[in-house]
Nanobody, 119 residues
Framework: VQLQASGGGLVQAGGSLRLSCAASGRTFSRYVMGWFRQAPGKEREFVARISWNGGLTNYTDSVKGRFSVSRDNAKNTVTLQMNSLKPEDTAVYYC?????????????WGQGTLVTVSS
């Protein structure tokens, strides 16, 4: 599966952004979709994931209550709605696809989209 992320940009603290990831292929619904991010000088970290049918979601603690992940299997897209953004959310955000939910180790990655939150 090929992934294309979009929607990044510059936003002030407290603002919102909506990231989208479009997937190619007809097997999108087989994959657990997720979002990761990598801030300057830091390692890539998990942000959120959503199960095959969207029934399960999971978030890293720092974004709980502010970010929401969703998917549309008919359109082969996954979305990350980011609200109440903070400067520490600044990072390149990557969408990813993997086969398992519990031990989530994505095999496919998008190219990344930059989110910059100004204070």
């Amino acid at each position: 599966v090929q992934l294309q992320a979009s929607g990044g940009g510059l936003v002030q603290a407290g603002g919102s952004l909506r990231l989208s990831c479009a997937a190619s292929g007809r097997t999108f619904s087989r994959y657990v979709m997720g979002w990761f991010r990598q801030a300057p000088g830091k390692e890539r970290e998990f942000v959120a994931r959503i199960s095959w049918n969207g029934g399960l979601t999971n978030y890293t603690d720092s974004v709980k209550g502010r970010f929401s992940v969703s998917r549309d299997n008919a359109k082969n897209t996954v979305t990350l709605q980011m609200n109440s953004l903070k400067p520490e959310d600044t990072a390149v955000y990557y969408c990813a696809a993997g086969e398992t939910y519990s031990d989530y180790a994505p095999a496919y990655w998008g190219q990344g989209t930059l989110v910059t939150v100004s204070s």
